[in-house]
């Protein structure tokens, strides 16, 4: 990787089944990620994904671009939800890198986390070792 290279977005689907097996892995039973009633009635569009969930998927793209390289550094701000329709379908989050740094064997990505055109996280980064 060189600076200013632009990796190739990677695209994840999410579905309600999602969000129950990311509920019970980490332990995160919250009712606005599984019901409408609970989540409309605290003010939201409708169920949400687990922001670290959405932080996840931001992972994975990076690891599947670095080839599963030692991440030093991941983070961004929850700015926006995922929200995800009760239907088979879920909806799509998109991550996008681009190569800002190479140095002293660490590699900064600039990532964009986007669903349904809304950036979802603000200020995503990771840096890699190697």
Excluded at 20 to 33: C, E, L, M, Q, T
Excluded at 88 to 106: F, I, P, R
Aim: proline share 5%; net charge negative; with cysteine.
């Amino acid at each position: 990787m060189t600076p200013g290279d632009v990796l190739v977005t990677r695209s994840y689907r999410v579905t309600r089944a999602d969000l129950v097996r990311y509920a019970g892995a980490s332990g995160d039973f919250n009712p606005i990620h599984w019901s409408d009633r609970v989540a409309t009635g605290v003010g939201l569009p409708g169920v949400i994904a687990h922001g670290m969930f959405t932080m996840a998927l931001a992972a994975r793209a990076v690891a599947e671009w670095t080839d599963g390289a030692e991440v030093a550094d991941l983070g961004a701000k929850f700015t926006n939800p995922v929200v995800v329709p009760d239907d088979d379908d879920g909806v799509e989050v998109t991550v996008a890198g681009t190569v800002k740094s190479v140095e002293d064997g660490l590699t900064t990505l600039a990532l964009e986390v986007t669903c349904q055109g809304q950036k979802v996280l603000g200020l995503p980064k990771a840096v890699v070792r190697g």
